[in-house]
């Protein structure tokens, strides 16, 4: 076990190491993990959002607008000759605004489906820990459930009997994270019921809707939002993933799923369909990756 | 200890009937299917005659324990789509999503496992960001977006294997390529924390101050101890592995049955879209049931306080 | 005349279900009878496990009772409705052990304060709050300390937090559990202190509830001694101190430490007995145990009015020795609370 030694030592890195094999390495150690990438991932996030916001306004072409003489031009970005800056699909439409919708729409889906699935969790949690009897048990139960299965046949099954539309994929999204909440906010009011001010609360008189909304609720807030950046790359993958499959949104309108979906024919002849739609998935949900582990880091310190 | 796995298998039971429960009455609001099936010229003693034979005339709850009942003695209903029984239809396409899933769960461990112990043992070292680094990247990408990079960069640039289909064994590599990756990104992060937690335990310090050579403590007390928080997530894993499977075979044409249950849903095909779901959650469960059994075999503790 | 509060058979078990198993069922409390007078204060003291934190909390109407019952003024407390049970909230207050984990860590202290007043609609916003800045006076927390958080406080700030909540609705009844135990020794005698002076300006009758006898010394007008969940010995303090009757109570006089009572008079390591069958529960450890006690289990003996014991072999009347025992004991009380006092 000759790398066994290093790993007992545990010790921190240490930078004049680094330095001493060289500039290059301390930068490359920097980037890998350093705090350098969670400042990356606050600015792309910050992108992505202003992406969100302004994308009629950014994008430089209507996203429907087909230009059949245009179809499969490679971007003009990379030496392409064409007005397309990152070139355009099969039906001659910018693929660089129609990621710039996609990103907006999949982005306020999968905020909506988060948010959803907060508020629904947290309520769940809370009814869960107070009621502790039959509903309680039936509550945790479905938690369990869920949480040893694959939720992508449930979303699938839903989406094939009800139909498609936007509401439907948001409470779909919101449904899928709903157990962690649940789980999440049982916990920690059960410790504050048993063990903490809820409970000091109920001696005074405080009644349950005030302990739980003006007491718990605050106190839970910082737990919560860490669960949340945990959860929105999965809400965005989710909802990616259902519209890759035909299940999310329906054309005219674009999703990032849906637009490496149509996207697969055309592999050969024109990979920046592909390409541009799955590196704005990667960034977006590997900085939300990136930044959860470094919240997490910092709160485990604490 | 017979209690524990009582309990278990009770729970799994549950599930099953959980499940089954929800899907029947989810497939049933969507409405009476006569008319779907029957031609609209169709005349009313038709279709009282059809709504008879199929049980349909009766209350929803009379439908769902004939339906029970039927299924326990083996009979899930015709499907929609060619008459066949839909048991069979689910059934005969399971063994190609197996294959997908088991080769892929291979792959994962194989990969996914030491490449998490190494992390952790060269903890800050080179060796360690660049698997976090793939690891994070894996765990960041969406199936779909693995598969075709992966397809554009073997069947499209470098020409070496078939982009979809079934036909040989080359045609799996792809598939159980992306699917396995995919799992052992995930595994890798989860497999370094839980070392990295181990290691960090007083046993461990105590172990070391009293001499132990470090591959004696490696061996006898790290891995053995990682070992056990590796069972408890390796049911999410299976489970994460049979959602992944039906994006996998989606976009690899591979004939399991995450493929057949797109095409079913899309068809309406409700009889075969139960048995899938039901399917599903029963190859699912008897993972998880395993799993916790095997934990709880592992783990003396839980039989004390489990139940 | 009635009294205040009044506990009458009162027990409680603790059902473990298990799965396919029959139900263990353990008793917490059983049958205790006590009684408090309006403004007078009874200390409860027992180890760890013998119920003492039930009996407080049964007291209040938090927990109910498996047998038995508790009347307020007279009044069964079980009878009260969901109304009257908030009014009553308002007469029947508690401190708590960890005054950190009583607090909502990140409210100002004034708001805190303020809140029962808000709750049972008392007063405005503004008023309350200017009553709790009262309040904080009485209990010693300086004003600057309004606007902060519990986290910026120390431990015995806190525990004047706890009691300025408590005490901001005028309660009649205020159960100390382990109030003090949590806190540095230097702390404790500040606000036992704080406690004591409340009490006496405040008119509120208490339940001091410690596994610390040398606390019980300090503020209490009675004692009563539980041992799993049973009552060994109840009396005036002074006399409890003084001659304790009962061997339990010797022995936890004889563990305070620097005691001068003889290391015979402690218990044995023996076994704690949990099922409580025939025979006494203290019969492992008890010094002065004989076949008797694992026969037979000893009644409830009142010796003098408002002194009762649970023993077969009573401790003789105190004996010069004695005495002096207990004069040494009382010294070491003070002693250490007045070195507390000046630290």
């Known amino acids: 076990m000759a790398f066994s030694t290093r790993a007992f030592r545990q010790r921190p890195v240490d930078p004049s190491r680094a330095s001493a094999k060289g500039q290059a390495g301390l930068w490359l150690r920097a980037m890998l993990l350093g705090p350098v990438t969670a400042t990356l991932a606050k600015l792309w996030l910050i992108s992505v959002l202003v992406i969100a916001i302004g ?5 430089p072409w209507d996203y429907t607008y087909q230009q059949p003489l245009l179809r499969l031009s490679p971007p003009a970005l990379f030496g392409g000759d064409s007005p397309f800056w990152l070139g355009s699909d099969h039906l001659g439409r910018d693929t660089l605004s129609r990621s710039l919708y996609a990103m907006r729409f999949s982005l306020i889906v999968a905020i909506i489906g988060t948010l959803t699935g907060a508020a629904i969790g947290i309520l769940a949690g809370m009814v869960a820990a107070r009621r502790r009897g039959v509903l309680g048990e039936a509550i945790m139960a479905a938690v369990d459930i869920q949480a040893s299965l694959p939720f992508l046949i449930f979303a699938i099954v839903v989406v094939g009997v009800f139909g498609k539309s ?43 809707g005030r302990i739980y909304l003006h007491h718990v609720l605050p106190n839970i807030l910082g737990v919560l939002m860490v669960q949340m950046t945990l959860n929105f790359p999965e809400s965005i993958l989710l909802e990616t993933s259902l519209s890759f499959l035909g299940l999310g949104v329906q054309p005219p309108m674009t999703s990032l799923g849906l637009m490496i979906s149509e996207s697969r024919n055309y592999i ?35 | 200890m017979t209690g524990f796995v009582l309990g278990r298998v009770l729970r799994a039971v549950l599930t099953l009937l959980v ?23 169709a005349s009313d003693e038709m279709v009282a005659s059809f709504r008879a034979h199929w049980g349909l005339d009766q209350p929803i709850l009379m439908q769902y324990l004939h339906y029970t009942g039927n299924l326990l003695k083996g009979d899930a209903g015709l499907s929609i789509a060619n008459g066949r029984p839909a048991l069979l239809v689910a059934t005969e396409r399971l063994p190609a999503t197996l294959k997908l899933t088991t080769t892929a769960l ?25 698997v976090m680094l793939l690891a994070t990247l894996g765990f960041s990408l969406p199936g779909f977006v693995v598969s075709i990079g992966l397809v554009y960069l073997f069947a499209v640039w470098l020409r070496w294997l078939p982009s979809s289909g079934s036909a040989s064994l080359r045609h799996m590599v792809l598939p159980v390529l992306t699917l396995g990756l995919a799992g052992a990104a995930g595994l890798a992060r989860y497999i370094r924390v839980a070392v990295l937690d181990v290691m960090e335990r007083p046993f461990i310090l105590a172990a070391r101050a009293s001499g132990k050579g470090r591959a004696a403590i490696l061996w006898q007390h790290v891995l053995p101890n990682a070992a056990i928080s590796l069972v408890t997530i390796l049911g999410f894993m299976v489970a994460g592995l049979f959602g992944g499977s039906i994006i996998i075979e989606q976009v690899f044409g591979w004939p399991g049955i995450g493929r057949l249950l797109l095409e079913t849903v899309g068809m309406r ?29 592992l783990n003396p503790r839980i039989q004390a306080t489990a139940c | 005349m009635t009294p205040l509060i ?6 409680h078990s603790y059902k473990t279900r298990r799965f396919l198993r029959p139900n263990l069922s353990h008793m917490a409390l059983d049958g205790i009878d006590l009684s408090l007078a309006a403004g007078e204060t009874l200390a409860v003291v027992g180890e760890s496990g013998s119920g003492k934190s039930t009996l407080g909390r049964m007291l209040l109407g938090i927990e109910r009772p498996t047998g038995g019952r508790v009347s307020y003024e007279g009044r069964d407390l079980s009878s009260f409705g969901p109304a009257e049970a908030l009014r009553l909230t308002q007469d029947l207050q508690m401190v708590f052990q960890n005054p950190s984990a009583a607090l909502d860590p990140r409210l100002a202290v004034i708001s805190q304060i303020a809140e029962p007043l808000l709750i049972h609609k008392l007063a405005g916003l503004a008023e309350a709050r200017s ?7 009485r209990v010693g927390l300086p004003p600057p300390l309004a606007n902060r958080t519990p986290k910026l406080l120390s431990g015995g700030q806190r525990q004047r937090v706890v009691i300025a909540r408590a005490l901001m609705t005028g309660p009649r009844f205020v159960v100390f559990d382990e109030a003090v135990s949590a806190l540095d020794v230097s702390v404790q005698a500040q606000i036992l202190e704080l406690i004591r002076s409340l009490r006496r300006s405040g008119g509120f009758a208490s339940l001091f509830i410690t596994h610390d006898l040398r606390v019980v010394r300090h503020v209490a007008d009675r004692v009563a001694v539980l041992y799993l969940g049973r009552l060994v010995e109840e009396g005036p303090a002074r006399q409890i101190f003084a001659a304790p009757g009962h061997p339990y109570t010797r022995a936890l006089l004889a563990a305070i430490p620097g005691s001068p009572l003889p290391r015979a008079a402690r218990l044995h390591a023996g076994e704690i007995r949990r099922e409580v069958g025939l025979g006494c529960a203290l019969v492992s450890r008890c010094p002065v145990a004989s076949a008797l006690c694992a026969q037979l289990t000893p009644p409830l003996v009142r010796l003098a009015p408002g002194r009762r014991l649970t023993c077969h072999h009573p401790l003789p009347r105190p004996a010069p020795r004695a005495q002096g025992a207990e004069a040494a004991t009382a010294g070491l009380v003070h002693s250490v609370a007045s070195q507390e006092e000046s630290a």
């Open chain 2, 19 to 41: 499940v089954l429960s929800l899907t029947f009455v989810m497939l049933r609001m969507t409405g009476d299917p006569t008319r779907m099936l029957l031609p609209d010229t």
């Open chain 1, 166 to 208: 936007f509401w439907l994929i948001v409470l779909i999204i919101g449904i899928a994270g709903w157990e962690r909440y649940a789980r999440l906010v049982r916990g920690l009011v059960l410790d504050a019921e048993t063990h903490g001010y809820a409970g000091a609360l109920r001696v005074v008189g405080a009644g349950t």
């Open chain 2, 106 to 130: 291979v792959l994962m461990l194989l990969i996914g496992v030491p490449a998490g112990i190494l992390a952790a043992l060269k903890r800050g070292s080179i060796w360690d960001r660049s």
């Open chain 3, 6 to 11: 009044r506990a009458e058979a009162l027990s």
């Open chain 2, 269 to 297: 095909d409700f009889a075969v879209v139960q048995m899938l779901v039901i399917l599903f959650t029963a190859i699912v469960t008897l993972c998880n049931l395993t799993v916790d059994i095997a934990y709880g075999i």
């Open chain 1, 55 to 59: 994308a009629p306004w950014l994008a």
């Open chain 3, 131 to 137: 009553r709790a800045a009262e309040m904080m006076e």
């Open chain 1, 268 to 302: 050969v002849n024109a990979p920046w369909m592909a390409a541009v739609p799955s590196l704005l998935i990667l960034l977006t949900t590997l900085a939300f990756v990136v930044l959860g582990d470094n919240i997490r880091d910092r709160v485990a310190r604490d």
